[in-house]
């Protein structure tokens, strides 16, 4: 399993930055978002103006001996004062609105991108890659991001404007105190970029930490049953908590470090007024300065504290933004690696293209003529000269496969466990691609035609009977989503699985996760059904009835028996009872085909094929025996 921390790093700040291509659509939002916090900050800063002019106006006039009673200026300055507070609070208001759709739009746009891209990433990427590393991407970083898209941004732009207004006002009030205390700001830009070195580091250790956290919590839970069969919910419990004390340590050093920079933020702004409060008492005595002067620079460096602290905030939620970003890069950057030859890049459509499209999305397109119909049971399988190595493995698993299978004609394949039989099915669907030779349908390279065609001919029933958290219907007609409730009923005969008839509601029951359990059989059975149901040119079953009981068994491979006369199959097959499908076996060994022929040729001539066919000697017995229920030679006339 690759570790995301050894993931291709590029920097942060460029992937952030990256995804401003989701706030495109919402530019002009943005601006608007932009104009009313620069308008609601002015109107912040002009406040401290208004007291000045109120000081040093009407109040100092009537300060001044024999001045005459009244109020002046002083009315309008004060409703002015209220109308610029009013002011900011509604364009607040306003931003505040704009920013929550913007952001939340942008957040769902990317997640729905990253949902379609891990859909088009071949299975060797998800092999590799734990649950959890994909989950918190999807979760926690896409949220970082939005956090900073809408607070952030706006903020860090405001505060910099805010900044070098006020500073600009400062300086045009007094030059030398202004100057003053815009060099006092100053060590700000070395604790931000020592802060900003540290953090980013600590950012990704917490977010990479929380991966392995949500991986070994879905693991407790998905595999609770093995836990506790085997009593070892203790040791799972101190394995998660010696995780989530990492997650806890870091999250504890990456506070303790945003305290210590927040603090020495803190301090900057409340010196320079200590500063000021000195200076501007000795510039108003040398009546360098009027009072009104002096309250309004002090009001107005005060105004300085929020957006300096601000500043440590936002570059905390941005650092976090820039590291999420980047996770979430590494993996919408990596290319399908099983692409469809008309894009060349899998497409969209590629691997979810068979399952809507159902048999009839060939139609008019390249590889149509692979669409099975009454006359043709069927497409011809060459499996020429085919190897196959898994990424970081030492040798390969299928070194030169050489199988033909004729239209309409089943074939079992049997081999030892691990000899690679599950490995050349996904090669036929091309889950995965061959590392070397060819496999043609009807004489068409497979890696030339349209994925969504090919999905669409070949259809696979495998070993490990995945069903989703939906009704039995919906996970049958996963391939063929147009099914007749008759064409349906007819799969799930064949299947023999009845006991559908008998669930609560029926096809309409929701299965799966939070929905009802079902036995390994019974799973086993709908696949089967799904498998038939999608018609295809190309049948691959992977041993799909070890879980069934013989007599189960028996009805089920009666009913296959007829249907396998209409496309062209290959069956993996451990037992002699499953052989009995098939017109012909092909014995996998050594990542080669080494032989082929009727069951009853191979046990007289494949020492391979008898050792695996044949059952162990009973204790004290003799000679092995062709295993129970073994089938005459083409059982399939
Ligand atoms: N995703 C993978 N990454 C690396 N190696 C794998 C992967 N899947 C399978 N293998 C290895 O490839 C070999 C063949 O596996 P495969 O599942 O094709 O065997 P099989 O013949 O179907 O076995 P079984 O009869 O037990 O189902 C095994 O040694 C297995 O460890
Ligand atoms: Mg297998």
Not at 112 to 130: I, K, M, N, T, V
Not at 171 to 190: C, E, K, M, N, S
Not at 232 to 259: E, F, I, M, P, Y
Not at 404 to 409: A, D, K, L, Q, V
Request: hydrophobic letters at 50%; glycine letters at 10%.
């Amino acid at each position: 399993m690759p570790d995301s921390r050894l993931a291709p790093a590029g920097v942060p700040l460029a992937a952030l930055w990256r995804a401003r291509e989701y706030l495109r659509p919402y530019y002009g939002w943005l601006l608007l978002m932009l104009a009313a916090a620069l308008l609601a900050t002015g109107a912040e800063i002009a406040i401290p103006l208004l007291t000045k002019a109120a000081i040093d106006g009407p109040i100092a006039a009537a300060a001044r001996p024999g001045a005459a009673p009244g109020h002046g200026l002083l009315l309008p300055i004060g409703l002015a004062a209220i109308a610029l507070g009013v002011a900011e609070g509604m364009l607040n208001m306003f931003r505040r609105w704009m920013q929550a759709d913007a952001v939340v739009s942008m957040e769902q746009a990317m997640r729905d991108d990253l949902y379609a891209h891990l859909q088009r990433l071949e299975p060797g990427f998800h092999d590799s890659w734990q649950s959890g590393q994909l989950l918190s991407r999807a979760t926690t970083d896409l949220s970082a991001i939005r956090r900073f898209a809408g607070f952030g941004v706006v903020f860090l732009i405001t505060s910099v404007v805010n900044f070098a207004v006020i500073i600009a006002l400062l300086i045009r009030l007094d030059p030398v105190l202004g100057l003053l205390t815009a060099a006092a700001f100053a060590p700000v830009i070395a604790l931000c970029l020592r802060f900003e070195r540290r953090y980013r580091v600590l950012s990704r250790r917490a977010q990479d930490q929380q991966d392995d956290l949500a991986t070994h919590v879905e693991e407790a839970a998905a595999g609770i049953r093995a836990l506790k069969a085997f009593g070892r919910r203790d040791l799972a419990a101190a394995a998660h908590q010696a995780q989530a004390r990492r997650v806890c340590r870091t999250q504890v050093s990456k506070a303790r470090l945003r305290g210590r920079f927040w603090a020495s933020l803190d301090l900057v702004p409340n010196a320079a007024v200590a500063m000021i409060l000195v200076l501007g008492a000795l510039a108003v005595s040398h009546r360098q300065l009027t009072i009104g002067g002096l309250v309004a620079f002090i009001a107005l460096v005060l105004q300085l504290v929020w957006p300096v602290e601000a500043l440590g905030y936002i570059l905390a939620l941005g650092q976090e933004a820039a590291t999420a970003a980047q996770r979430v890069y590494e993996i919408l950057d990596r290319a399908p690696g099983i692409t469809s030859p008309a894009d060349g890049t899998g497409g969209g459509a590629g691997d979810g293209g068979g399952a809507a499209g159902g048999p009839a999305a060939g139609h008019g397109r390249p590889g149509g003529h692979l669409v099975p119909s009454r006359s043709r049971p069927g497409a011809r399988l060459d499996i020429d000269h085919v190897g196959f190595r898994y990424p970081g493995a030492a040798a390969p698993v299928l070194r030169d496969v050489c199988l033909r299978i004729e239209p309409g004609e089943t074939v079992a394949l049997v081999g030892a466990t691990g000899s690679g039989k599950t490995t050349l099915l996904h090669l036929i669907a091309r889950l995965a691609d061959a590392t070397s030779g060819t496999i043609r349908l009807d004489g068409v390279d497979i890696t030339s035609l349209p994925l969504p065609v090919l999905r669409a001919a070949v259809a696979c029933a495998f070993e490990d009977p995945t069903l989703f958290s939906v009704s039995v219907r919906e996970n049958v007609t996963l391939g063929a989503p147009a099914a007749s409730d008759e064409a349906v009923a007819r799969a799930l005969e064949i299947a023999q699985a009845g006991f559908v008839a008998d669930l609560p509601w029926g096809q309409h029951t929701r299965i799966g996760e939070q929905g009802l359990s079902l036995s390994g059989g019974q799973r086993q059975r709908l696949a089967l059904a799904r498998a038939i149901l999608a018609s295809p040119s190309v049948l691959l079953l992977d041993d799909p009835l070890s879980a069934l009981d013989v007599h189960t068994e028996a009805l089920v491979t009666a009913a296959l028996g007829q249907l396998l006369t209409r496309a062209t199959a290959l069956v993996v097959a451990h037992r002699p009872s499953t052989v009995a499908l098939a017109d012909r076996v092909a014995v996998l060994d050594g990542g080669q085909v080494i032989a082929t022929g009727s069951h009853r040729d191979l046990l007289q001539t494949c020492p391979q094929y008898q050792h695996l066919m044949t059952t162990a000697p009973p204790p004290g017995g003799s000679a092995p025996q062709a295993a129970v229920g073994a089938p005459a030679a083409g059982a399939r006339p």
